[in-house]
């Protein structure tokens, strides 16, 4: 029957799209944790590769909206079917800044070129970065699955990650004031640092789409933010 195959190529659309956000989750989660790599190792090649590889990301984020908007157009889905779509959209406009950040990460690496470098720098912002990618890993697979209960345990941590930027942004202060070959470093280090946080801020977003895509409902809850680092005070030594 014609109505059949219509159902079923609607069917056959909805997978696809899911398929290829999930397809993008993945090759995120990659250049995040290659960015960081790129910071830790101070590997230009692997940050290169990084600013290289967003562009595919940015090309499937373009793919997943024209096919969205394609198929509103075509089958004017309503309800669940709608949200499937929607939600699908959300989540790669988050997956394209999240590469865009890390591209960002990766060019401060190619920067550093010739830095004084002391490794006890770096730890804070790689110890950030694997709290951020088991936040994305989780979140992507609770997208995958359509699992609420996981996205909400990920949208609750957020406040976490917030904690621990904030704890950074003031060490890597301190390092600055007590050398001033620190300086330099630290200034990008600081910008990483940030961009990581917003990976998190992103992973959130995604946690607050798969709730919505799995009941219908928004989130209304205000987001547990604890990122107080716009209160610190610079202590000048006198």
Request: glycine fraction near 4%; include cysteine; proline fraction near 3%.
């Amino acid at each position: 029957m014609p109505s059949e195959h219509i159902v079923s190529s609607f069917d056959t659309d909805l997978k696809e799209i899911s398929r290829r956000v999930v397809e993008m989750g993945g090759q995120a989660e990659q250049l995040v944790a290659d960015s960081v790599q790129s910071l830790v190792k101070r590997d230009t090649e692997l940050a290169q590769k990084v600013i290289v590889l967003d562009g595919p990301i940015d090309l499937l984020q373009r793919e997943i909206e024209e096919k969205s908007v394609l198929t509103i157009a075509r089958r004017q889905p309503l309800a669940g079917d709608l949200r499937e779509i929607v939600a699908a959209m959300r989540v790669a406009n988050d997956l394209e800044r999240i590469g865009d950040l890390a591209k960002n990460t990766s060019k401060r690496v190619l920067a550093l070129t010739g830095e004084f470098h002391p490794q006890k720098l770096v730890r804070g912002v790689e110890h950030m970065s694997s709290m951020v990618l088991e936040q994305l890993k989780e979140v992507l697979d609770a997208y995958a699955s359509r699992e609420d209960a996981r996205a909400i345990e990920v949208w609750k941590r957020d406040g976490e990650i917030d904690v621990l930027y904030t704890s950074l942004f003031r060490e890597l202060l301190t390092y600055m004031m007590e050398d001033p070959r620190n300086i330099s470093l630290c200034t990008h280090l600081l910008f990483c640092a940030k961009n990581i946080e917003r990976i998190g801020d992103h992973a959130t977003n995604i946690a607050e789409t798969v709730h919505y895509l799995a009941t219908g409902q928004l989130l209304t809850e205000e987001r547990p933010k604890q990122d107080t680092t716009s209160l610190t005070t610079v202590p000048f030594p006198s």
